[in-house]
């Protein structure tokens, strides 16, 4: 999990947690969870070390129990030209070999978590066999895939982040017992 050093105005260090953000104004001193959803943990009486403690606690509760959050989009955007969904462009006219003959098909952004996002093709027909059946049952096989390339992607971010917890709570059981890890 990405962290990040926070110091003080007092001088005290921090190693922070990405979802855990510092808030010092006049009148507001204390910690903020920031993952889906936020959560206030002010300073008071015990001081910063406590609120800070019980912040990321609560981050890693989340993180437990919460789907990672992720930026694909849901909506199409409000300049796509056609009405089909996210991450499905078409149809597109493409020749094959070597120009002698054409087909139709729907190009499926396919995204992968770690990994480059693929383009994947599903064929609707050529000139001569392109139907308006063909075309819905070439569009539902492109909504199926994507959908279960961005359900994939999700479990994956959320088994990836929940994996980066469990690394930073043993490396903060390890320095709170004075030990270290390698």
């Known amino acids: ?3 990040r050093e926070v110091t003080l105005t007092s001088g005290e260090k921090f190693t922070v947690p990405q979802g855990v953000q510092r808030l010092d104004s006049k009148t507001t001193r204390g910690w903020q969870v920031r993952y889906q959803g936020t959560r206030y943990f ?11 403690q019980a912040a990321t606690r609560e981050l890693l509760k989340r993180i437990a129990s919460m789907p990672a959050p992720v930026s694909i989009r849901r909506e199409p955007s409000p300049l796509k030209g056609s009405d089909l969904p996210p991450g499905i462009s078409g149809p597109i ?7 002698k003959s054409q087909a139709a098909v729907f190009s499926v952004l ?12 599903v064929h609707i027909g050529t000139p001569n066999t392109y139907t308006q059946a063909r075309f819905e049952a ?11 390339s961005v359900a994939k ?7 990836a982040r929940r994996r980066a917890a469990v690394a930073m709570k043993k ?8 030990t270290s890890t390698p």
């Open 1 to 3: 999990m990405k962290t």
């Open 42 to 52: 002010p300073d008071g009486e015990p001081g910063p070390h406590k609120s800070f």
């Open 93 to 99: 006219l493409e020749s094959r070999r070597g120009g």
């Open 110 to 121: 396919v995204p992968r978590f770690g990994a480059t996002n693929l383009v994947k093709k």
């Open 138 to 148: 070439a569009l539902d096989k492109a909504m199926k895939l994507r959908h279960a």
């Open 153 to 159: 992607y999700e479990a994956d971010a959320t088994k």
């Open 171 to 178: 490396a903060q059981k390890a320095l709170a017992s004075g």
